[in-house]
């Protein structure tokens, strides 16, 4: 129960053709998903796929938070009532990691994403400026513990906080987790196996349950993580958790998915570690397919004439705007940026008369620009999303 081998095997003996086919299926998707818009335009739209990703970790913890509130908790408009306010704080606290996680990857300074420094510093940011309420554990014997963000489990009353199955204890999670660390550092692998150590991670980290508290949300942005160093993250164009918490048609849950990854060796046709290879290879090919199926997903989205006749029908219809404001919009998300000065341009009209259309579209939050003159560019609000992107909420 002690030995870090308890959580092996912590990768497949073998690669089956159909999951090779599934992985290089990914990658290529993932690297058109990738290129498939401006760099500005695909910036704002990973604003709004970090709401996503955060509203579905939300569901999948239980917690309903309209993405309307997680924009608003973003902008410090929090609710009145406390349980609804914490849960927007709780959401602010989600996407503001994962944009600092993104940060980093920019920047070159992210690390390895399943290292111990690593996934503690995610615990500790998302945990920095939360109510005492989301740091209190409860524990099955009716007494609390507080809960210190960034912070392994280290004390015995902080080990009957789990529920599914019974972890390594306290005193053996550190060495579980710099044995997981070694396990699964990306950087000495190839591509096949960088994107199935994102999987078989993240059953494993949550089988530590390294935390008090958070693990799974931890889990799932440790997951994102992996994604972009894996080369598959598409700078934030798709939602892990939006595909986690919706699943596969016809397929079993993702809490029936973990559940099955920790069921143990069944013989010696089993692999040769304590945990299924048969479950664990069964698990990897799930998450696969729904990190898959949400690429494909965002793909469809963005097609560019399906995307542009959505802008058109969302300035004409819902801004109740005219075909001037429509023409800006649509060569807007095309071209990524545009010099206001265009506006003339694009729409044939006066210096003046093409201004106030520009001046409508940014007042309607459809377009926006880092500066009073500077150049505009396309912002997606969780209103607008509604119409331009059916379905991703």
């Known amino acids: 129960m002690e030995s870090t081998q308890r959580i092996e095997p912590c990768q497949l003996e073998s690669i089956p053709d159909q999951l090779a086919d599934l992985v290089a299926d990914l990658v290529g998707r993932a690297t058109r998903l990738d290129g498939r818009l401006h760099p500005a335009t695909a910036a704002s739209l990973a604003d709004l796929l970090r709401l996503t990703n955060c509203y579905y970790s939300n569901l999948i913890e239980g917690h309903v938070t309209r993405p309307r509130d997680i924009e608003r908790a973003l902008a410090e408009d929090l609710d009145a009532d406390r349980r609804r306010r914490d849960l927007q704080r709780e959401a602010a606290a989600h996407v503001r990691v994962q944009r600092a996680i993104d940060e980093r990857f920019a920047r070159g300074e992210l690390g390895e994403s399943a290292s111990v420094d690593t996934v503690a510093w995610i615990h500790r940011k998302f945990y920095h400026d939360a109510a005492e309420s989301m740091l209190t554990v409860e524990r099955p014997d009716g007494v609390n513990l507080r809960m210190e963000p960034g912070a392994f489990r280290s004390r015995p009353e902080q080990d009957n906080v789990v529920g599914r199955h019974q972890p390594p204890s306290s005193e053996s999670v550190l060495s579980f ?217």
């Not at 987790?177 to 199935?196: C, H, S, V």
């Open 177 to 393: 987790m710099d044995y997981f660390e070694r396990r699964f550092a990306l950087k000495p692998m190839g591509t096949a196996a960088r994107i199935l150590a994102i999987p078989i991670a993240h059953h494993r980290f949550n089988y530590i349950h390294p935390f008090p508290d958070g693990n799974g949300r931890t889990s799932r942005l440790m997951s994102h993580a992996m994604a972009l160093q894996a080369g598959i993250g598409a700078h934030g164009l798709w939602s892990v958790s939006r595909g986690l918490a919706r699943g596969l048609p016809e397929r079993p849950s993702y809490q029936e998915m973990m559940d099955h990854a920790d069921t143990p060796r069944a013989g010696d046709l089993d692999g040769r570690g304590n945990l299924s290879l048969r479950a664990l290879g069964e698990f990897a090919r799930w998450f696969c397919e729904v990190m898959l199926d949400q690429v494909a997903f965002m793909t469809s989205m963005l097609e560019i004439d399906g995307l542009q006749e959505r802008v058109e029908k969302y300035v004409l219809g819902d801004l109740g705007l005219s075909d001037v404001e429509s023409a800006i919009a649509k060569d807007v998300l095309v071209r990524g940026e545009v010099a206001r000065g265009e506006a003339a341009r694009i729409t044939g009209l006066s210096e003046r008369a093409a201004r106030d259309a520009l001046a409508r579209l940014l007042d309607a939050g459809l377009l926006a620009s880092a500066t009073p003159k500077g150049p505009v560019s396309l912002r997606v609000s969780t209103t607008a999303a509604e119409s331009l992107f059916p379905r991703l909420f």
